[in-house]
């Protein structure tokens, strides 16, 4: 099931600029993961971050979760043309079971 | 680490073969596998959710006769799509976790293609 909200749907920027993603869920969460899939593959992991984080980074990659407005954001800056893909965002709570609920996914495109 | 593999890559069959699915934990233990149904430019579907050694949970509306799911050891869970026809077509994704609050980790995909 799903209770994410990914915005925007799509997003094509050009190389070089940055790349914002938003995810909206709605109940309380234990963490929420990102997770991206190329075209016709499987998803990788990216960034995990708790319900008591505000900000994580890795490498070009920064995830912010806002607890109270039920939202996280994924930044990937200075962005390269292999970072074309769909991303997803996904919460893991006890009320679901620990079943990840995905969102629906952002594609990303970027231009060389 | 935390490779999972994912075989075949790509089916395509006749309606009414059944076919077999392998996820396999190459260098960790997976306590809990997860297969998924993906629809083109669509999220994921969580089909099943199994844990080695007990019967699989089946989201709703999933047929459990249909799509047969084993989990018989730490390191490998099968979906078997039975008698399968042209609506079954689809992406098939499966995923693996060791504990509860960590990530999964994701095989490569299925394409299945029925004729």
């Known amino acids: 099931s799903q209770q994410g909200e990914e915005d925007p749907q799509a997003l094509s920027i050009q190389e070089g600029e940055n790349a914002t993603m938003n995810c909206s869920y709605k109940?309380?969460?234990?963490?929420l993961q990102w997770y991206r899939q190329n075209s016709g593959r499987g998803l990788v992991h990216l960034i995990l971050i708790r319900s008591n984080e505000r900000e994580k980074h890795s490498g070009r990659l920064r995830v912010t979760l806002d607890t109270s407005k039920k939202s996280s954001s994924l930044l990937i800056t200075a962005s390269r043309a292999a970072d074309t893909a769909s991303y997803f965002c996904a919460t893991d709570a006890r009320d679901s079971n620990y079943q990840l609920i995905w969102g629906a996914g952002t594609k990303l495109i970027i231009k060389p | 680490g935390a490779v999972v593999s994912q075989h075949p890559s790509r089916v395509i069959c006749k309606s009414g073969t059944s076919v077999k699915i392998e996820c396999r934990s190459l260098d960790f233990q997976a306590t809990t596998m997860f297969w998924y149904r993906q629809f083109p430019k669509q999220s994921l579907m969580l089909m099943a959710t199994?844990?080695?050694?007990?019967?699989?949970?089946?989201e709703q509306g999933v047929e459990k006769d249909k799509f047969l799911i084993n989990h018989a050891s730490l390191t490998l869970s099968t979906l078997t799509v039975t008698s399968a026809h042209p609506e079954d077509s689809s992406f098939y994704i499966c995923s693996a976790r060791t504990v509860i609050n960590q990530p999964q980790h994701f095989g490569d995909g299925t394409r299945l293609s029925i004729l």
């Open positions: 199994s844990n080695e050694g007990s019967k699989a949970t089946y």
């Open positions: 109940t309380s969460i234990n963490n």
